[in-house]
């Protein structure tokens, strides 16, 4: 189920969308401004994560090398963290409702079965390595950072590459809410 689930993430963000969608409330021009900062913000971070990551797009899980620079120091999933930052942004137009199902619905299909699909990967490419990396550095949350793994080979030209699929998908998603939010105000 997991390795199904992994290869309809897109899909699911999609439907994801749509439920925000069909949630949506007047709102306010704060609400609006906070919706911006938070996509905007999820989409640099994810910038500044697959610039570290190699390529990466694809159904199946891949990984040539394991990332632990740069954001990966920071947090193993830095990639879905930003993902979670930019469907915070647009669930905020939709309400707590729209916060709360949203962020539900992201932890089932990512914490408890997307990101556990990609570990099991990881483990079995990487062994002890990739055991090491879970012993310091935490899924989500900083707990300590030595400034020397920030360091690490961006490539602008992987965001280029891999990321401009998902950019213009925030960027037209964006715009869609923010058209549709608007309309009720």
């Given at each position: 189920?997991?390795?199904?689930?992994f290869?309809?993430?897109?899909?699911?963000?999609?439907?994801?969308?749509?439920?925000?969608?069909?949630?949506?409330?007047p709102?306010?021009?704060?609400?609006?401004?906070?919706?911006?900062?938070?996509?905007?913000?999820?989409?640099?971070?994810?910038?500044?994560?697959?610039?570290?990551?190699?390529?990466?797009?694809?159904?199946?899980?891949?990984?040539?090398?394991?990332?632990a620079h740069g954001?990966?120091?920071?947090?193993?999933?830095?990639?879905?963290?930003?993902?979670?930052?930019?469907?915070?942004?647009?669930?905020?137009?939709?309400?707590i409702?729209?916060?709360?199902?949203?962020?539900?619905?992201?932890?089932v299909?990512?914490?408890?079965?997307?990101?556990?699909h990609?570990?099991?990967?990881?483990?079995?490419?990487?062994?002890?390595?990739?055991?090491?990396?879970?012993?310091?550095?935490?899924?989500?949350?900083p707990?300590?950072?030595?400034?020397?793994?920030?360091r690490?080979?961006?490539?602008?030209?992987?965001?280029?590459?891999?990321?401009?699929?998902?950019?213009?998908?925030?960027?037209?998603?964006?715009?869609?809410?923010?058209?549709?939010?608007?309309?009720y105000?």
């Amino acid at each position: 189920m997991r390795e199904f689930v992994f290869r309809m993430r897109g899909g699911l963000w999609t439907l994801l969308f749509v439920v925000i969608l069909f949630m949506l409330e007047p709102v306010s021009l704060g609400r609006v401004t906070l919706c911006l900062v938070l996509v905007t913000s999820g989409q640099v971070w994810r910038c500044w994560a697959a610039g570290y990551i190699g390529l990466y797009r694809g159904e199946n899980v891949k990984a040539r090398r394991l990332a632990a620079h740069g954001p990966y120091a920071l947090m193993r999933n830095p990639l879905y963290f930003g993902n979670y930052v930019i469907g915070l942004g647009w669930s905020v137009l939709a309400g707590i409702r729209g916060v709360i199902i949203f962020t539900a619905c992201f932890i089932v299909l990512y914490v408890l079965v997307i990101i556990p699909h990609e570990e099991e990967f990881l483990l079995s490419k990487f062994g002890a390595e990739y055991e090491d990396y879970c012993r310091r550095v935490k899924r989500f949350w900083p707990v300590s950072l030595r400034r020397e793994d920030l360091r690490g080979k961006f490539d602008p030209e992987i965001v280029k590459k891999s990321e401009i699929h998902t950019i213009i998908s925030t960027v037209i998603g964006t715009i869609i809410i923010l058209g549709i939010s608007l309309c009720y105000t």
